[in-house]
């Protein structure tokens, strides 16, 4: 279909369209930016996860009212913040945010008011990052929003004028990334997230300019394809206390979303109000949806009202587990779901609680057997969204919920998830592998205050060296090292240390990095394409050099990884 053509002005219908036509534009070319990552890891990849983000951005806000943009605007905010998935993810939810902010209280935007939103896109972005690193995302969206901002003040009145000046601006910043991150020119690539910045840009533009685009697939009709990973357990209707998911707009005057969180905080749990004095969404799990509503009806109209059962979910999580199970046994697939771990019991809450996030059923269950309330699937190659964490702290019964994101590219999302959550205090523990997460837990005190642990936890993370092998999944050079689609890789830290044939001589050379001999402890995750066997025989080996030093073995059961290893 080709969108009628737009110039001077964009009003909340219009900006749907160009949401819209940047999600599809980088659908069609998420794999692409997905090639661009420096590392031959199987990870997960900046273009699906820049996806994953940004069409929950705009499945948000295609259901928000076409009245104003500025409405439009808050509602694909909240979208990508609660799908953000990985560091591009995060960050893209940020410059949607500010994008938010910039738009806010207007009804229409005009080329000024769109070049003032991407700068308001760009600070609340580098704000968000703690060391703001140049060469990367934060680059491209920078020069971006200078090209908008100086073709605005030459007189350009076009907003697809101005946008085309915008995406000139930030091809060339993203033509300059490898200047700016020598990883990038050693591995003869351009930043990935900025590549996928422009792309969305160039669906805007594409809209903009009225020319065809594919037309987007209803939401409804793509609801499992790159399902966001479930948090492990499907939870009775009888042990759920709040069983309803509630979730609404109002419309009226003089609205005050803050008296009607601190009037609904007790009402039920995941409790989320936002919103102006004219329009206030509110999300919220209750026992009596019936009791929500009459007590927001009295403020204005109800709209989008949208009440789901949770037991149905779970029924429906349950009978296609069932459904893999059987495809399975009889070899039609091989992408059968762990089976769920066993919910925690009812009882009081608690002053503490963790939730932690785990690539391997083996590893869930050593981290269960720690005192992890609730496990989170996910990890490299599947980074969970901030909403999935949210979910899975909001069926934690404790004032104070420790996150163990395990893993560096989920430690921003998980830094959002208080953003989401009512009645608890959330507390990220910034543990990038399992064996941090292993020596945190350990340090774990539940007689200490909420600083002292973690001041523990942190400190026992710093006294963790960790390491993984792998295979790689592209051709790529790294330090001068050639690496070849299909080599053993070893990694200490992230950072690619061996390049080889052979999964134990990797082992043993990550475990050499990582001074092993030095230290007192060594935990051995084997993944599940390694053999309990393999995994002795590298425990013998280690024990035969050096008595002193104890190895723990455990069944990770982790996919894509062989090892992962830690030192302590």
Not at 159 to 173: D, F, H, K, P
Not at 515 to 539: C, D, Q, S
Request: contains cysteine.
């Amino acid at each position: 279909m080709t969108a009628e053509k737009i110039t001077s002005v964009l009003d909340g219908a219009c900006f749907k369209k160009i949401l819209l036509g940047g999600a599809q534009m980088l659908e069609r070319q998420k794999q692409e930016v997905d090639a661009l990552n420096v590392f031959p890891v199987p990870d997960g990849d900046t273009g699906t996860n820049m996806f994953l983000t940004y069409r929950s951005a705009t499945d948000a806000a295609v259901r928000a009212p076409e009245v104003a943009i500025s409405e439009v605007a808050r509602e694909a905010s909240n979208g990508s913040l609660m799908g953000a998935r990985g560091n591009s993810g995060v960050i893209l939810s940020q410059i949607m945010r500010g994008l938010a902010r910039g738009f806010d209280g207007l009804n229409e935007a005009d080329a000024a008011a769109v070049a003032n939103a991407l700068q308001a896109g760009v600070d609340t972005a580098y704000k968000a990052v703690m060391k703001p690193v140049e060469g990367t995302i934060l680059t491209v969206v920078k020069e971006l929003a200078k090209g908008a901002l100086v073709s605005v003040r030459t007189g350009e009145t076009d907003i697809a004028a101005v946008l085309r000046a915008a995406i000139a601006a930030g091809e060339q910043a993203l033509a300059r990334t490898p200047d700016l991150l020598p990883v990038l020119k050693q591995a003869g690539v351009v930043d990935a997230g900025g590549k996928g910045l422009l792309v969305i840009m160039s669906g805007w533009l594409a809209v903009l300019e009225g020319k065809e685009i594919a037309p987007a697939r209803a939401a409804e009709e793509r609801a499992e394809e790159f399902r966001a990973p479930e948090t492990q357990g499907i939870t009775k209707i009888e042990d759920l206390e709040f069983p309803y998911c509630t979730e609404f707009l109002i419309k009226g005057a003089g609205l005050r979303p803050d008296a009607m969180k601190q009037a609904l905080a007790d009402k039920g749990d995941c409790l989320l109000v936002v919103g102006t004095e004219e329009v206030v969404k509110i999300h919220i799990h209750t026992k009596n949806p019936g009791q929500i509503l009459t007590y927001a009806i009295q403020f204005g109209s109800l709209h989008s009202v949208q009440i789901s059962n949770m037991l149905s979910q779970n029924e429906a999580i349950a009978h296609e587990r069932k459904e893999q199970a059987k495809l399975a046994m009889i070899g039609e697939t091989d992408d059968l779901a762990p089976a769920p771990l066993p919910e925690p019991p009812a009882a009081e809450w608690s002053e503490y609680g963790f939730v932690a996030v785990a690539m391997g059923e083996g590893i869930a269950e050593v981290f269960q057997s720690l005192g992890v309330d609730r496990i989170v699937t996910g990890g490299q190659t599947m980074n969970p969204s901030t909403r999935d964490l949210a979910e899975a702290v909001c069926q934690v019964p404790a004032r104070h919920v420790f996150i163990l994101p395990n893993n560096s590219n989920i430690i921003m999302a998980a830094g959002q998830v208080h953003e989401l959550v009512n009645n608890r205090q959330v507390h990220v523990v910034p543990t990038k592998a399992a064996p941090q997460a292993v020596a945190s837990l350990v340090a774990y005190n539940p007689d200490a205050g909420v600083e002292e642990n973690m001041a523990a936890m942190t400190a026992a993370i710093n006294e963790v060296r960790s390491g993984e092998v792998t295979y790689a999944v592209r051709d790529s050079s790294f330090e001068g090292m050639t690496i070849r689609a299909g080599d053993v890789l070893g990694l200490v830290e992230g950072k690619i240390v061996t390049a080889c044939n052979d999964i134990e001589d990797a082992a043993l050379r990550v475990l050499d990095e990582m001074a092993w001999r030095e230290r007192n402890v060594i935990t051995v995750f084997y993944g599940e394409e390694t053999t309990g066997e393999a995994a002795g025989k590298l425990a013998e080996r280690l024990q035969a050099e050096s008595a002193d030093v104890e190895v723990d073995v455990h069944a990770g059961r982790q996919p894509l990884y062989y090892y992962i290893l830690g030192v302590e």
